[in-house]
């Protein structure tokens, strides 16, 4: 902890020094507008954040880089910096110091609300048009009709469940009621957006509650999704947020049936099929993540062309194939080396992701609209699973 | 060169000064400071959407850690694993760090303290993830070794948290008691048979009471050391949790209550201590 606040005030001192050489550049830019254009050839540096396997540069592996193309092409120079979850990208992009972020919905609105992110001009990114329609103007990339980004890709949470241990379940009730086969080996996702998963499978269940959006609970659907998670707590064997841990736990038959994601059942089912994945009845959460950029960047042509770089449809395939999501441009199927690979993660199915649930964070103002009731803010959402955990 | 030791030799306080400076730099400033930093944080307030501490003051951190009953119960769970960890570690090293020191002969022990210190060469996270294999409910070598005889494994959980904190820090216990055993003087020990106990009675009246402060040294590393660990809990416990999983769930969220928690332990090592040093038993160390 110590540590990373060192880091964070070097990063905070580095990032006001250099706030302070270009001030002039970027004081057009904190003003809240988009960048007007022309993206000029001007030569510079971007400090990227992503998830792991979203701009790989051929460290992991020699074979697997769109990093190093883009900086051969464009004279700009890529760093980048990997984290593990929503909350460590909102903390590292509140300290500063970095010019693009790959965000999932439930960071976006955090960053955009806290100004640490600039409106992105759309007509300066030729490759936008081939997006999937379904991913644009969404309230997790746009706020108050301006666009923060360019989607990525996205995929579903999917019950996945091990094959001759448990029959193909087709609801979320094999992970929630006390009857269920595979109690003492279920597992859940350890984090607060995990209560949205409640939410959903309440939706369906309990629809006198009225949940029409999972991130949208007042105190009486909150409550009723901490019950059913409460109810959950003697079924679970463990929770999960490290996905090798996950892995092993499967193939040991510790964990039997659980929330997962797709590239977790592709590595399960590597050698010999061992799960499978299923999007039951109730429908998901999920997540569909956007390159966006910071308020303060310093090397403003950089970041768009590497924004139009992202969602070029090979790049876009590459990086979709490798993490083993759905691709955001629609022309990336084409070009995927397994040819499958947009069926297999559902891309162009739009009837697939109408009852996906994409994550986002939950606001005091109800995201479904309300506003005769106030919702839990995010920070009820994590008080609540802290204690929940603990109990 | 010859001007400034003049200059030492001829004042006292600058010598002392300049051979001081540097730890005395690391005590105060590193450590008490980022004590002093960690409390400074949790009178803080949050920014409850965005995340961002906002510099005013506040005691809702600790109203909340002190009036959610589920921190009060994590509290707990902490002190009961470190405790039995702290006894466990004990019960076993007492007995060994008495063969290696009195009974083993001498060329025997080096080669049994360097058996000691090898599994302090192997990371943490490996000898961690080796007992989670063990552990796995069904197809774990400790499953394998209890079946037979009706038993099954217990899973993850306290146990499995327990067993694996216990063989983390057992050399922290032993090599103390180990050091303590050695300074023992044979002429005790022989006297005591002299007169007649058995030696039983020589361990409880003789050994015991003199490497009493050994025990104890051994006992402040692993008692601290159990009070704060959370990545074995993570990796063998399950769905259990202690105080430092508390924490890592929170610091990137909410730094101000993370804080707050953080402080529960440094309370309890302080009270820990304290009770320690009035028992006299830091005097002899």
Known sequence: MRNNKVRSYAVILAASTLLLAGCSSSSDDAAGGAYAGPVQDTPGTINVLAWPGYAEDGTTDPNVDWV????????????????????????????????????????????????????????????????????????????????????????ANVLQYTLGKVKEPSSWSIVWEPNSPAKGKITAYDSAIYIADAAVYLMSTKPELGIKDPYALDQTQFDAAMALLKQQKPLIAEYWSDYTKYVGAVQSGSITAGTSWQVIANVLNGTKATVGAT????????????????????????????????????????????????????????????????????????????????????????????????????????????????? | MSSVKEILNRKPTLRAASLLSLPLLWLGVIYIGSLFALFITSIWKIDTFTSKIIREFTLENFIDVFTDRAYFNVTIRTLFVAICVTIICAVIAIPMAFFIARIAREKSRAVLIALLITPLWASYLVKIYAWRTMFYPESGFINWLISPIGGSSPGFGIFAVIIGLTYLWLPYMILPIYAGMEKLPSSLLDASSDLGAKSGRTFFSVILPITWPAIIAGSIFTFSLSMGDYITVQILGGTFQMLGNVVYQNFSLNLPFAAAVALIPVIIMMIYLSSIRKSGALDNL
């Open chain 1, 68 to 155: 190093t193309p883009f900086e051969k092409e464009t004279g700009c120079t890529v760093n980048v910096k990997t984290y593990g979850t929503s909350d460590e990208a909102v903390q590292l992009m509140q300290a500063g110091g970095y010019d693009v972020v790959s965000a999932s919905g439930d960071a976006s609105l955090r960053l955009i609300y806290g100004g640490d992110l600039q409106p992105v001009n759309l007509d300066l990114i030729p490759n936008y048009a081939d997006v999937f329609d379904n991913l644009k103007d969404r309230p997790w990339n746009t706020v108050d009709g301006k666009n923060y980004g360019v989607p990525h890709g996205r995929g």
């Open chain 1, 279 to 391: 999007k039951p009845k109730e429908g998901a959460t999920g997540w569909s993540d956007t390159w966006m950029i910071s308020s303060k960047t310093e090397a403003i042509d950089c970041a768009y062309k590497w924004l139009n770089h992202i969602i070029t449809p090979s790049v876009n395939a590459q990086a979709a194939e490798y993490f083993g999501e759905a691709p955001s441009n629609s022309k990336a199927c084409a070009l995927t080396a397994n040819k499958d690979h947009c069926k297999l993660y559902h891309a162009e199915e739009t009837d697939y992701w109408s009852d996906v649930y994409y994550w986002k964070t939950p606001t005091e103002a109800c995201l479904d609209g309300r506003t005769d009731v106030k919702c839990l803010p995010y920070a009820e959402w994590v008080k609540a699973w802290s204690s929940f955990r603990n109990s």
